[in-house]
């Protein structure tokens, strides 16, 4: 089976579930291009599919900790230096991350690499722009690359402030589990 759905980087928890919820149904997913995912099936299972991404270097240790820990590796998929990583597990309330801190340090690393991406995304149609001022502007071609500009702009800025608010409310939580609201 497939199924086309659009996750942005900020929503990894709503993916999971998806991902979980597809997994109860008897589809276990096997691949995913872009926006894409190809699920193959299985016997419903209970358990639970959690996300997580890392860097290139740390992968070996990190892969076997996970697996020592009773997950399964579905898939990884190139992004950034690193890879997501889509993993099951058999108990359904099963977390990869168990502590605040080491949560709030994925967010932020997410929140570097992709912000790092959308503003040199952002710069390069700045590029284009003047290019095409240069070489004589029109309407349509201005219109067109401020389009793009403004579109990434707004993209990544809801990416960017997205994993804010996710980073200030765990920093929130941990301040008041540990007395320093």
């Known amino acids: 089976?497939?199924?086309?759905?659009?996750?942005?980087?900020?929503?990894?928890?709503?993916?999971?579930h998806y991902l979980t919820a597809q997994l109860h149904?008897?589809?276990?997913?096997?691949?995913?291009?872009?926006?894409?995912?190809?699920f193959?099936?299985?016997p419903a299972q209970d358990g639970v599919?959690?996300?997580?991404?890392?860097?290139?270097?740390?992968?070996p240790e990190y892969t076997q900790l996970m697996q020592d820990a009773g997950w399964t590796l579905l898939m990884s998929q190139p992004v950034l230096g690193g890879r997501w990583l889509y993993w099951q597990h058999a108990d359904p309330t099963?977390?990869?991350?168990?502590?605040?801190?080491?949560?709030?340090?994925?967010?932020r690393q997410l929140r570097r690499r992709w912000t790092g991406v959308g503003l040199g995304a952002v710069a390069?149609?700045?590029?284009?722009?003047?290019?095409?001022?240069?070489t004589g502007a029109t309407p349509l071609r201005t219109g067109l690359i401020g389009g793009l500009i403004g579109g990434l702009a707004a993209l990544y800025g809801a990416n960017f402030v997205s994993l804010t608010r996710q980073?200030?409310?765990?920093?929130?939580?941990?301040?008041?589990?540990?007395?320093?609201?």
């Open 40 to 42: 193959v099936p299985v």
């Open 167 to 181: 980073i200030r409310h765990l920093e929130r939580e941990q301040d008041w589990r540990h007395g320093n609201a």
């Open 49 to 59: 599919i959690r996300l997580d991404y890392q860097l290139a270097a740390d992968l």
């Open 1 to 16: 089976m497939k199924q086309t759905r659009v996750f942005w980087v900020y929503k990894s928890a709503q993916e999971a």
């Open 124 to 134: 390069l149609e700045f590029v284009a722009l003047y290019l095409v001022c240069l």
């Open 94 to 107: 099963a977390r990869i991350y168990t502590d605040q801190r080491s949560h709030i340090a994925l967010l």
């Open 25 to 38: 149904a008897g589809w276990r997913v096997q691949a995913r291009h872009v926006c894409r995912y190809t």
